[in-house]
């Protein structure tokens, strides 16, 4: 390294080295209350409670859009054209249809995964695992 350099660069390459030679997890891998939920995404799976999940494409993409930002609330308008896109011509209430079906595989505890914020949108409720 040349001189100058900031303290923020050194510690950055320290732990890139470190994690080289002890390997660190898979980044596109991300757990939530306690490995509860667990989104792998680079295998394009969902596990929650130790069973995988068979999720639709919008259920994925809903589920990885809540995850990025645990307990941000997202509005229905929002959630469908990050999952669907902007050219998307539905009706934004069809988020509502695949919420419940999120819930109903998540089980019991679905709604208090993805919890609805009255008159907003919606959030995950788990945080996220460090």
């Known amino acids: 390294m ?23 997890p898979d980044p596109a891998t991300a757990s939530y209350g306690d490995g509860q939920l667990r989104l792998d995404e680079s295998r394009h799976e969902v596990h929650w409670q130790g069973e995988l999940l068979e999720l639709t494409p919008t259920e994925w993409g809903l589920l990885v859009t809540l995850a990025a930002v645990p307990g941000r609330v997202y509005s229905r308008y929002e959630l469908i054209n990050r999952v669907r896109g902007y050219e998307f011509e539905g009706y934004e209430r069809t988020i509502d249809s695949h919420v419940k079906n999120l819930r109903r595989k998540l089980g019991p505890t679905g709604a208090d995964v993805v919890q609805t914020v009255l008159g907003v949108g919606y959030r995950l409720g788990l945080p996220r695992d460090h």
């Open 2 to 24: 040349t001189k100058p350099f900031s303290p923020t660069e050194v510690v950055l390459r320290v732990q890139a080295v470190l994690n080289r030679v002890t390997g660190s």
